[in-house]
């Protein structure tokens, strides 16, 4: 399957399937298919890393399989386990058959057994695995989008997991043996940078770094996204996040939370976003009380955020 045919196609694809995309962007996301390689998208949060994910599945009309990692993930949850519950009733069965077969057969104690390596046999088959994302995408025929997503959360071990599915997008099940893709995924790494990821899975990527866009792309991606928006108070909208972007806060406001804004001025028929409306509204756009504070403060907003 071919991706993305060319840079110029990804970027209407995807502008087609909501997501605008700059020209890096857009030439790195025809590149992953295209090489099948990994891409690893890094930035801060709310850029739109894992909308583009997201996006591309769209635009391609792939499966999107996403692997949501945090601090403890394992391989029983990224890659594989056993159904183990299933497993245990299999054994029950199996002891009860053979007791049943003990009674029926007495005297004869040539047919009481039978080798219990025959059941670990039987246990470790597919109908007992419990396939977890990596392994589900690794394994799918149709095309299929593979997100990991903030990979930074995970452990340095989980790293050692990666590397086997990025380098050679094949994993080892010791009771089954090597599960190679037939189809390789389009895979998208997303990171917050919140920790430094080894070289050895930065190798095996392309790289992309996502920034908060410019006013003039925020704005697009409003409009965009929020079609009734005034192109006044769109732009009144991006100068006032940018302001507040450049403060100290504890969570910068995403592109997503500039457009959640921008649906609450278009739900409260505010057609002008002064300093009332934003002391009004500042619960839409950032989500810490410290941070609101500091904006009131910076801002000067002091006294008008009653209505």
Not at 9 to 21: I, S
Not at 36 to 62: D, I, N
Request: with cysteine; net charge negative; charged share 30%.
């Amino acid at each position: 399957m071919t991706w993305f045919s060319s840079p110029a196609q990804a970027a209407d694809r995807l502008a087609a399937a909501g997501y605008l995309a700059d020209a890096a962007t857009a030439t790195t996301s025809f590149l992953a298919g295209a090489l099948e390689k990994p891409l690893l998208l890094e930035g801060p949060a709310g850029v739109g890393k894992t909308e583009l994910a997201k996006a591309v599945s769209r635009a391609t009309g792939a499966e999107l399989v996403r692997l949501q990692c945090y601090e403890g993930l394992d391989e029983a949850r990224a890659l594989y386990e056993w159904n183990y519950k299933k497993q245990l009733l299999a054994i029950q069965a199996y002891g009860a058959a053979r007791a049943q077969r003990g009674t029926s057969t007495e005297g004869n104690p040539s047919h009481q057994t039978q080798p219990w390596n025959d059941l670990d046999h039987s246990i470790f088959t597919e109908e007992f695995l419990l396939t977890r994302p990596l392994l589900t995408a690794i394994r799918r025929d149709e095309p299929t989008v593979l997100l990991i997503d903030e990979v930074d959360k995970t452990d340095i071990e989980v790293e050692g997991l990666l590397l086997e599915v990025l380098s050679d997008f094949q994993v080892t099940i010791p009771e089954l043996g090597t599960v190679a893709a037939t189809r390789r995924p389009y895979v998208v790494l997303t990171s917050n940078a919140s920790r430094e990821l080894s070289e050895a899975v930065k190798r095996r990527c392309l790289y992309l770094h996502l920034d908060y866009p410019d006013a003039e792309r925020e704005r697009e991606i409003l409009q965009a996204q929020v079609p009734d928006l005034d192109d006044k108070i769109a732009e009144q909208l991006v100068a006032t996040v940018g302001r507040l972007r450049d403060l100290e806060l504890k969570k910068a406001p995403s592109i997503a939370e500039s457009v959640d804004w921008a649906r609450t001025l278009i739900a409260l028929e505010i057609r002008n976003l002064d300093e009332k409306a934003i002391g009004d509204t500042l619960g839409a756009v950032l989500k810490h009380a410290s941070d609101q504070e500091r904006a009131v403060k910076e801002l000067r907003l002091d006294g008008r955020r009653k209505p």
